[in-house]
């Protein structure tokens, strides 16, 4: 904290006439290294004529955190991954005109854009990169992530017991995960762990970002609160780092940026389970309140597969009418 007050008077020292005259505009990356930075931050808005910008990683730099510290004073922006645009933008092809007027050559261009985005993800260090060094690069970033924003911000006492549940969330990504059976999985194995820890264990996991979980649409507490979520990593490219080599999960992709796109429109989302069985992937509520059901599949070529996916929808819209 010491240092970080002697940064502010060593740069007034060096531009005394900005004190009184001119606005400043600092920009503090990796702050939450520096024990107490919350209060610095806030006296510094408070006393100074300063515009403050702050960044890092995870660690301790989470929006519940920065928002108790600031009280109303911050606003947040999230950094995430590229979306699909993001990428094609990135890389110089992003379209200019709708799609009905794509050319066979653009759309094919754009079909080849889609598959490597799904199998490769959005990080934008790993665009460009060959299969192994991107692996290798993703396996680094989830390594730090782990030890840094988890295991070490939260002294956790069973290091392995996290890596297993990783393993089991990144390897089966949009997949059910029931905290009851991994407990019991982990049992199984002589393991001894709380559920209370495994809950935590999953809310440290999403709060570090390198995952989201969702719930059951429902408006009663119990059944959301007893029925498995249905898990996603931040970014497609992530799911490779837990599958056999040369398997693909397209659909398994494909859902996951979708549910990225809808998360970056600011939608809530949940996933939908009829009565009947039937699931569906997406109920999304925007910010107007206006409720959708998404089905998302990577191939309808089958006719039972189309009339799967939409038997789905029909029975789902059955118990939310007032959604599109």
Not at 163 to 176: D, E, F, K, S
Not at 264 to 275: A, D, I, K, N
């Amino acid at each position: 904290m010491h240092d970080l007050d002697l940064l502010v008077e060593t740069f007034y020292q060096l531009n005394p006439a900005w004190r009184d005259t001119r606005r400043a505009t600092f920009f503090l990356d990796e702050i939450q290294l520096v024990p107490g930075w919350e209060l610095f931050a806030r006296r510094l808005l408070d006393s100074e004529n300063i515009d403050l910008f702050i960044s890092g990683s995870s660690a301790r730099m989470l929006s519940r955190e920065v928002a108790t510290s600031m009280r109303g004073r911050a606003m947040e922006a999230v950094v995430s991954p590229f979306g699909f645009r993001e990428m094609l933008r990135h890389a110089g092809r992003e379209p200019q005109k709708p799609g009905a007027r794509f050319t066979k050559a653009e759309r094919s261009q754009l079909t080849r854009d889609l598959l490597d985005y799904l199998a490769h993800g959005g990080f934008p260090e790993a665009q460009g990169l060959d299969s192994r060094n991107r692996i290798e690069l993703l396996r680094t970033y989830v390594d730090v992530l782990l030890l840094r924003d988890v295991l070490e911000r939260h002294n956790l006492s069973q290091p392995q017991v996290l890596h297993w549940m990783v393993r089991q969330l990144l390897g089966n990504a949009a997949g059910a995960f029931s905290i009851n059976k991994f407990h019991a999985d982990l049992k199984s194995r002589g393991v001894a762990v709380g559920k209370d820890t495994l809950h935590a264990y999953l809310a440290h996991l999403e709060d570090a970002f390198l995952l989201s979980s969702l719930e059951l649409a429902s408006d009663s507490e119990r059944r959301r609160q007893v029925n498995p979520r249905k898990v996603y990593p931040v970014d497609t490219g992530l799911m490779a780092l837990f599958s056999r080599p040369g398997e693909t999960k397209l659909g398994h992709a494909l859902e996951t940026a979708v549910l990225r796109e809808l998360q970056r429109r600011g939608e809530q989302v949940h996933y939908v389970r009829t009565e009947a069985g039937f699931e569906v992937d997406f109920h999304a509520r925007g910010l107007t309140g206006r409720d959708a059901l998404i089905q998302v599949c990577a191939n309808l070529d089958s006719p039972e597969t189309l009339a799967r996916e939409v038997r789905a929808l029909q029975d789902a819209a059955a118990d939310w009418p007032e959604a599109t």
